[in-house]
């Protein structure tokens, strides 16, 4: 079905504030994490975590949705409108069945959809992300104006602005 839930919904105190962890699709997104080479075990205690935090960061995204990161900063989490994901979830078989092909693809790699239901707030950001991109794939468009050194403002730079940086891994 579409809409699985987790084989324990995930209903924790933290800090006091009661929440609920819900998944959908969630043998699909097992078979896709799967063929990516994702350790479920590793996964859940990272996406389900009740003692840590994730951790928010503003976004300059058209789509005005927030971001947010696991406390380790291994996954992105992505608010989204229901139509977007009722979208997603329809052409699911077909996302799955090329990362099942092509399982080293440069696609991005949405290995789950999950509502999270709570009281109050726990996110929060834990250190300052200096630098921030959202990265298309092309550059039509894709400039921000950079904020001055120093200042506290967040803005997330995108793939114009990225063209002159360097990643060591």
Do not use: W
């Amino acid at each position: 079905t579409v809409h699985d839930t987790l084989d324990q919904t995930v209903h924790d105190t933290l800090d006091q504030t009661d929440f609920e962890f819900e998944s959908y699709a969630g043998s699909v997104f097992a078979a896709l994490r799967q063929a990516v080479g994702l350790d479920e075990h590793n996964y859940f205690d990272t996406v389900a975590c009740s003692s840590k935090p994730y951790l928010e960061f503003r976004s300059n995204s058209k789509s005005g949705q927030d971001f947010f990161l696991s406390h380790d900063m291994q996954y992105i989490f992505k608010s989204n409108r229901k139509r977007d994901i009722q979208f997603f979830l329809s052409i699911l078989p077909r996302y799955l069945q090329h990362f099942i092909d092509y399982p080293h693809s440069l696609l991005v790699k949405f290995v789950g959809c999950y509502t999270i239901k709570l009281k109050g707030n726990i996110f929060y950001p834990a250190d300052r992300i200096e630098s921030r991109f959202d990265i298309k794939g092309c550059t039509a468009g894709r400039f921000q104006q950079p904020v001055d050194p120093g200042s506290q403002e967040i803005t997330v730079l995108k793939d114009k602005n990225f063209l002159n940086e360097e990643l060591n891994f």
